[in-house]
């Protein structure tokens, strides 16, 4: 056996090594994401309870061969936004966890079929900077909507929008009839949520 067979076999043993110690970690911590994230919400006075697992809101937008987990599904009352769903994703880096925002909406399962969506920011300076513009691109006419709401880019903007390290996407989900606003695993604040919420209602009235 040659040096670089020995190499190729040792950097496999360490990968799946890290990747047995992510999946460890997720199974300790998974849990109490959903819960902290609950009592996150119950401490800004919104009616959220956590849902017994095994329902089928947590297959939403979830494939086996995605590497993505639901963690559980938490409950909201009288809200725009209906469910949440923490999701866990284990790599040999570690395990990221995400949100769906899940948003119940007939007009999701209509014949003209909505397509994803996401929000992109501009900075300045452009690399590490402040965000000081956003738009919305993909769905013709949703985009649309979200762009010419000026209260929702005022929430957002006045919003920690670097807290999110990646975009907030909106896929829909008409086999289920509903649609996800995905945004990292954040504990939102109330500026947030109220931007989140308005996005859900946009998806509602679309």
């Known amino acids: 056996m040659d040096w670089d067979n020995i190499f190729s076999v040792v950097m496999g043993i360490l990968v799946l090594i890290a990747l047995l110690f992510a999946l460890r970690k997720r199974k300790e911590a998974s849990p109490l994401k959903r819960e902290e994230f609950c ?96 738009e919305w691109k993909g769905d013709g006419a949703l985009a649309q909507s979200l762009n010419l709401d000026y209260s929702l880019e005022d929430k957002l903007l006045r919003a920690d929008m670097n807290a999110f390290k990646g975009n907030i996407w909106i896929f829909p989900e008409p086999k289920h009839g509903y649609a996800r606003i995905r945004t990292d695993y954040l504990l939102p604040s109330a500026a947030v949520f109220e931007a989140l919420s308005s996005i859900a209602r946009h998806i509602k009235s679309w």
Request: glycine share 10%; no cysteine.
């Open 39 to 134: 009592r996150h919400l119950q401490g800004m006075g919104i009616e959220a309870a956590l849902k017994e697992r095994g329902s089928d809101e947590e297959k939403i937008g979830l494939s086996r061969s995605s590497g993505q987990r639901s963690e559980g599904i938490i409950e909201l009352k009288d809200r725009n936004i209906d469910l949440v769903n923490v999701i866990s994703i284990a790599s040999q880096y570690g395990v990221r966890y995400f949100l769906d925002y899940l948003v119940k909406g007939s007009n999701i399962m209509g014949e003209r079929v909505l397509n994803k969506t996401r929000l992109t920011k501009k900075k300045s300076p452009s690399l590490w900077g402040k965000v000081v513009a956003i």
